[in-house]
């Protein structure tokens, strides 16, 4: 959706003097703030604080629907400063969101802590989880199942599958006591967390028997089947023992080497369902595909199959983070992804946030490639046109597979500077210095979530993440919205906050900052 409007409200009017073009007669133009029109959904989709002021990340979505109610479960990353340089994980805890329509979300809390899991290792480890709902024959009711995963101190201190239960989707939920999967038990071993990210699917097959699968893996894809219970894992040879192997009569859980595109970890079981609810076609694995990260997909008929078909990389990394973990659900007859990045305020692949997208089909079941989208579901982006008539755009990239091009910090803007439509679309939210300002603003680039536009010390203006969450990067990331310069209606003009005075202005093709004295180069048209 495009924006055409342009919200006026005066303030303290600003006289400025300006020279006609082309010769030397004066005319005072009194210049007000005005209002744009802004985003108030968009990606991530959780943007909330504590009670002590301190931004609440958390990565690794996974999501549950359950009637008219769609629940996030996500871990909680609280890694500091020190940690993020060390590369170290600090998630203790699972916090749930709920939402009846996708678009406003409810807190609803720690659903569980890790210090109440006894045979975790640490209790700041709650990696990736998920959580489904399953009828229990015993309790004769409905019960709710997180799997999870984290340090096993019971399985020489390596990554295993756990499982917590609950009465409901918001927990609280406990865990059974022991692991479910130990990680001394998958074969091959390729490392110490080989054993992580589980997700799970039920459902029915052809002769009306439910099937319970649980797969997961880092590096390595295992898959098994549960018992009735949910909280067990299937014997499959009737040895009396669980066991792994390349085939069912080696084991009880089958390691799949076969039909993947650079599987890395964070699986994710599915199936496409017609307009009554029914399941059918093939089994869907999603999955985190190549360093950095990118999101692939592949299918197979049987999910045990010890070769599944790769499809294709349909998301390549986000330009904030270095993982990604899809979560792929129904509602209300669309098929949707949530996935992290790392693009709120001192974000990164230590402090991730959870965004919100439509999965598209095509009509032979393949899933075409898709670009991360700050706008997501219910934003909407902006173009925004200099005075010659020329759109505003990013210089094209693509995000880079190598750690070292990260932050991106310095990409140029500038008069269309690329060919591709989504690199000239821009997403306008409250301004992050003072987002109860209604003059002020801050523009982030659609197709780069976190990437904003941003002022710097000598008069250069960039695209750059806010690695650092300080005010001093908000302020630089955040303009004051006025009647254009140059007097002509319909435009605006962009006033630093960082640098008071200092206006958006195109230099040479390029945006960069000036006092305002060119009027034409400091006025713009948003739609």
């Given at each position: ?188 071993e390729t490392s ?97 595909s190549e360093w ?217 093709g390029i945006i ?16």
């Amino acid at each position: 959706m495009i924006n055409k409007t342009i919200k006026g409200a005066a303030s303290a009017l600003v006289a400025a003097v300006l020279f006609l073009s082309g010769c030397g007669q004066q005319t005072e133009v009194s210049v007000s703030d005005i209002a744009l029109e802004k985003n108030s959904f968009y990606n991530p989709i959780i943007r909330l604080s504590d009670d002590k002021g301190r931004l609440i990340y958390g990565g690794d979505p996974a999501v549950f629907v359950d009637g008219d109610t769609v629940y996030l479960y996500t871990g909680h990353d609280m890694s500091t400063d020190k940690e993020v340089e060390e590369r170290a994980y600090h998630i203790p805890e699972y916090f749930c969101y709920s939402s009846k329509d996708l678009k406003t979300w409810t807190a609803e809390g720690v659903v569980m802590n890790m210090h109440d899991v006894e045979w975790a290792k640490d209790s700041k480890s709650a990696w990736a989880s998920q959580v489904i709902k399953h009828y229990d024959e015993e309790a004769k009711k409905d019960l709710y199942y997180l799997y999870f995963c984290s340090w096993d101190k019971t399985s020489r201190g390596k990554q295993s599958i756990g499982v917590a239960v609950s009465e409901s989707p918001t927990g609280p939920f406990t865990d059974i006591g022991e692991p479910i999967v130990r990680g001394i038990i998958t074969k091959p071993e390729t490392s110490a967390w080989n054993d992580i990210d589980p997700t799970v699917w039920v459902d029915t097959d052809e002769n009306g028997n439910e099937k319970r699968y649980l797969a997961w893996g880092n590096g390595k894809f295992f898959i098994c089947e549960l018992n009735p219970d949910m909280i067990s894992v299937k014997d499959q040879n009737g040895d009396g023992k669980i066991t792994s192997g390349r085939n069912l009569d080696a084991g009880d859980i089958l390691t799949t080497l076969k039909g993947f595109t650079s599987y890395t970890e964070a699986p994710w079981l599915y199936r496409r369902q017609d307009p009554e609810g029914n399941y059918y076609g093939d089994y869907y694995l999603f999955y985190a595909s190549e360093w950095r990260e990118s999101l692939a997909y592949s299918t197979a008929s049987d999910p045990m199959a010890d070769e599944w078909t790769a499809g294709n990389i349909f998301m390549k990394p986000t330009a904030t983070c270095n993982t990604n973990h899809e979560a792929i659900f129904d509602f209300n007859g669309k098929t949707y992804m949530m996935y992290h990045d790392g693009a709120r305020p001192g974000g990164n692949g230590y402090r991730r946030s959870a965004c919100l997208q439509e999965l598209v089909f095509e009509e032979d079941g393949s899933i075409s490639l898709m670009e991360e989208s700050t706008a997501g579901l219910f934003g909407s982006t902006s173009l925004i046109k200099s005075s010659s008539g020329s759109y505003i755009s990013h210089e094209q990239f693509t995000n880079s597979s190598e750690d070292s091009s990260y932050p991106y910090l310095d990409i140029k803007i500038g008069e269309e500077l690329s060919e591709s439509v989504l690199d000239h679309q821009w997403v306008i939210t409250d301004g992050k210095y003072d987002p109860d300002n209604q003059y002020l603003v801050s523009i982030q680039a659609e197709n780069k979530t976190g990437l904003h536009i941003t002022a710097g010390p000598e008069g250069n203006v960039t695209l750059s993440q806010d690695v650092d969450g300080s005010e001093d990067t908000a302020k630089s990331q955040t303009f004051k919205t006025t009647t254009a310069l140059n007097g002509k209606e319909g435009m605006v003009s962009f006033e630093s906050i960082a640098y008071e005075g200092s206006y958006l202005t195109i230099s040479n093709g390029i945006i960069t900052l000036s006092d305002g004295s060119d009027a034409d180069a400091c006025s713009f048209e948003v739609e």
